[in-house]
């Protein structure tokens, strides 16, 4: 694929020092450029100049110590409408996973995410995806980023697995799209939830294959660039902590950050500031991944719980280089035979209690 057929080069007018981040990123436009040789690939969605600004709070940042091979394309060159764009980013997305590349999509609306999720529909296998969103956009007449989530569940062929929706506010949204989520057996932790103890969000955001995050999530006193701001909703570092998560999630393979309105920002843009560490977070997680998912090496240890009264167990494992925790479970279909459901060492202790742990019963459902 001829990447620079689908982008327009960014500007190299960026006076940073040695240590900067933006020092170490490659351009597609460079002489000597191989996008096999990258691990990672920012890509602007520049609808409204977001992605330029985002991308300069980006650069201005200091480098860690992690041997970054990170590529810019550039920003993607819109089509005449969101579906257009939508095909454009699938396209692309498709090629870059197909490189073992992994792309982190910054700008435009959420309903683009679209066509993120549509780029997995070749690779033959079932996705999970988790969404930070302080709404549940399920809307059938609103705007498209209002309905982004319909979208995509009835998206067909039908090869989503699981769905995991982080810091909804529950006064912002109709109590009977939670009800229709759990009758699917899909997973959601509330804003409140999140705040009382942030670590409940790790397993869900190990879940999944994909990311999108609409920073209306994020409260208006740490991004006001955003048209849903509220008063409300996670503060910056919360949303660097989940960045963090996705980053370290081994399974993580695409994400995205969208909804910012730079002409609803502060004049420090203080969103993009907190967008562009967000994304600096995500990139240091990835550069500290840890686990194999090779569950029968010594790198993982093996628990199985027996229910008294029953012959009924579960199987544990306990990573030894991170202390994760995963539940076996066995769905028997052509599309998977079983699956490592990520879980916390809660879990584990309820399962000892003899409670079957919420999480396994959401999964057994989607058998049923």
């Known amino acids: 694929m001829n990447l620079k057929l689908f982008f327009t080069p960014i500007s190299s007018e960026y006076d940073l020092p040695a240590n900067a981040f933006g020092k170490s990123v490659n351009h597609l436009q460079d002489e000597d450029f191989d996008i096999s040789k990258m691990d990672l690939a920012i890509i602007g969605i520049n609808s409204r100049g977001e992605a330029d600004l985002i991308r300069a709070k980006l650069f201005a940042l200091?480098?860690?110590?992690?041997?970054y091979r990170i590529a810019d394309l550039g920003n993607i060159q819109l089509g005449e409408d969101e579906e257009q764009t939508q095909a454009r980013i699938r396209e692309i997305c498709e090629f870059l996973l197909s490189q073992r590349v992994l792309p982190i999509m910054i700008g435009g609306n959420q309903d683009l995410a679209l066509g993120q999720f549509k780029a997995y529909e070749t690779a033959n296998k079932l996705i999970s995806v988790a969404n930070v969103d302080?709404?549940?956009d399920m809307e059938e007449e609103a705007e498209s980023s209002a309905n982004f989530?319909?979208?995509?569940?009835?998206?067909?062929p039908n090869f989503l697995l699981n769905y995991s929706h982080l810091a909804h506010q529950t006064y912002l949204i109709d109590a009977a799209m939670l009800k229709a989520l759990d009758k699917l057996y899909f997973e959601s932790l509330r804003l409140g939830e999140i705040r009382y103890d942030i670590k409940q969000a790790e397993p869900l955001i190990r879940m999944a294959d994909m990311l999108t995050f609409d920073i209306s999530a994020i409260r208006s006193s740490d991004a006001p660039g955003n048209?849903?701001?509220q008063p409300f909703g996670l503060s910056g570092e919360e949303a660097c902590q989940l960045s963090w998560y996705a980053g370290i999630n081994e399974?993580?393979?695409s994400v995205g950050f969208h909804e910012y309105y730079p002409s609803l920002d502060d004049d420090a843009l203080k969103t993009a500031s907190v967008m562009a560490t967000m994304i600096w977070y995500f990139i240091e997680g990835y550069y500290n991944r840890r686990d194999t998912g090779q569950f029968n090496s010594d790198n993982y240890t093996k628990y199985t719980v027996s229910f008294e009264g029953t012959d009924d167990t579960m199987t544990f494992y306990k990573s030894n280089l991170s202390d994760k925790w995963w539940m076996l479970v066995n769905y028997g279909t052509k599309m998977m035979d079983r699956a490592y459901i990520p879980c916390s060492y809660e879990d584990y202790k309820g399962a000892t209690r003899g409670d079957f742990p919420e999480r396994w019963i959401k999964a057994q459902g989607k058998l049923i």
């Open 149 to 156: 989530l319909n979208a995509l569940l009835l998206h067909q």
């Open 134 to 136: 302080a709404f549940i």
């Open 251 to 253: 399974k993580m393979t």
């Open 227 to 229: 048209p849903k701001a």
């Open 62 to 67: 200091k480098r860690s110590t992690a041997a």
